[in-house]
């Protein structure tokens, strides 16, 4: 597959197989993605890679969370300016549209909405999740080369077959995910799959026992 067919065919996928992604192919994506730039070479993105028994513990518990009605844990940042403008808040709201209504939900139907949202804290039923994080010194520009590295890695991705999506969802949730220090910022997490595939940084791999 050549860059412009990644390009071209890659997909924020709702929807994953379940089959597991092997271990050598995880390694292989994100030693290529360290190649990705950033300025002065800070490589300021941290990654976390879950599969099997850590992954499913994880989706327990914000699926828990979700049950009892907890509220989302306080931003970190902003996710979209409080006030869009034209025209990127018809944009989001086509997106809406599109989005629930491929599923059956009518605009005014608030629960459903959020019943179909309730799928980004399994991930989609993917059984790898990349987490990516970033130091919370960090400005506007290393942000912006975490999502170089992102996109990298999802190009990466789809050169092996894979698919993924890209979740802001989890920061809503960043205390049950956890693990990365008290000065690193949940920027962002993928998920990975035969029809899925991570988004993030330096490969530090945990699998199930």
Request: net charge positive.
């Amino acid at each position: 597959m050549d860059v412009y067919e990644a390009v071209r065919s890659r997909r924020a996928v709702r929807g994953f197989t379940g089959r597991e992604v092997p271990r050598e192919t995880l390694e292989r994506v994100l030693s290529a993605a360290a190649w990705a730039p950033s300025g002065s070479n800070l490589q300021p993105w941290h990654v976390y890679v879950l599969t099997g028994g850590p992954l499913a513990e994880l989706k327990k518990r914000a699926g828990e969370r979700l049950a009892v009605g907890d509220l989302w844990d306080r931003a970190e940042y902003e996710m979209y300016p409080p006030a869009l403008k034209s025209p990127y808040r018809e944009r989001r709201a086509a997106f809406g549209a599109q989005r629930y209504g491929s599923l059956g939900i009518p605009p005014g139907d608030v629960e459903a909405r959020q019943r179909a949202a309730s799928a980004n804290w399994d991930a989609f039923g993917a059984p790898a999740a990349l987490f990516c994080y970033i130091d919370r010194t960090m400005g506007l520009p290393q942000w912006s080369d975490a999502g170089m590295y992102l996109q990298t890695v999802m190009l990466l991705l789809r050169a092996e077959g894979l698919h993924s999506r890209t979740q802001m969802a989890w920061a809503k949730f960043h205390r049950t995910v956890a693990g990365c220090g008290r000065r690193t910022r949940l920027a962002a997490r993928s998920v990975l799959r035969s029809r899925s595939v991570p988004a993030a940084c330096n490969p530090r791999l945990q699998d199930s026992p």
